[in-house]
T-cell receptor
């Protein structure tokens, strides 16, 4: 299974942008890049996913490097409610099981 | 609409006892997943159902763990002869299919004393 590398923790100030990096140098051509986050005492929550092009949705933006070996999740204006563990996951496009392989993730702390 | 629900939210049991954990997926979702999360770790895949059948049970740690989904909706995770190492949060998720985003429930915190 392809592996991702994320910083253990990051800090941000409220209402400032946050850039959460993820390295995935062994990504294969059919792997999608998925991001989930887990707020305290809750189950994980889908954030965004992409394959090659940058993606935007109401929660965040995903910037994917041209060689696809890294990506960045962008929260445009962090709020206290964005404090969570953020997981970057490689998901095979040919998957027939939907199995998500979570790493340790990045714990984001948002300061008021 | 209603999300994924799991019952009980907390379960404390003695070593050696049998437990059942229940998951109610989002209506119409054909895919259902169980994960287990130990303290400080990311969730770990246990089993995937497509409809009524277990399409991938490669994550079940041993034969004390078993899961069913008899009518393709509600699922029950069953653990026999519980051990202290089984203590964890058990998460259930559902989706429209294996290639779609997964919606997670709040989890059941299992404590084996």
């Amino acid at each position: 299974d392809a592996k991702t590398t994320q910083p253990n923790s990051m800090e941000s100030n409220e209402e400032e942008p946050v850039h959460l990096p993820c390295n995935h140098s062994t990504i294969s051509g059919t792997d999608y890049i998925h991001w989930y986050r887990q707020l305290p005492s809750q189950g994980p929550e889908y954030v965004i996913h992409g394959l090659t092009s940058n993606v935007n949705n109401r929660m965040a933006s995903l910037a994917i490097a041209e060689d696809r070996k890294s990506s960045t999740l962008i929260l445009h204006r962090a709020t206290l409610r964005d404090a969570a563990v953020y997981y970057c996951i490689l998901f095979p496009g040919s998957s027939n099981t939907g199995k998500l392989i979570f790493g340790q993730g990045t714990t984001l702390q948002v300061k008021p | 609409g209603a999300g994924v629900s799991q019952t009980p939210s907390n379960k404390v049991t003695e070593k050696g006892k049998y437990v059942e954990l229940r998951c109610d997926p989002i209506s119409g979702h054909t895919a259902l997943y169980w994960y287990r999360q130990s303290l400080g770790q990311g969730p770990e895949f246990l089993i995937y159902f497509q409809g009524t059948g277990a399409a991938d049970d490669s994550g079940l740690p041993n034969d004390r763990f078993f899961a069913v989904r008899p009518e393709g909706s509600v699922s029950t995770l069953k653990i026999q002869r519980t051990e202290r190492g089984d203590s964890a949060v058990y998460l259930c998720a559902s989706s429209r299919g294996p290639l779609y985003e997964q919606y997670f429930g709040p989890g059941t915190r299992l404590t084996v004393t």
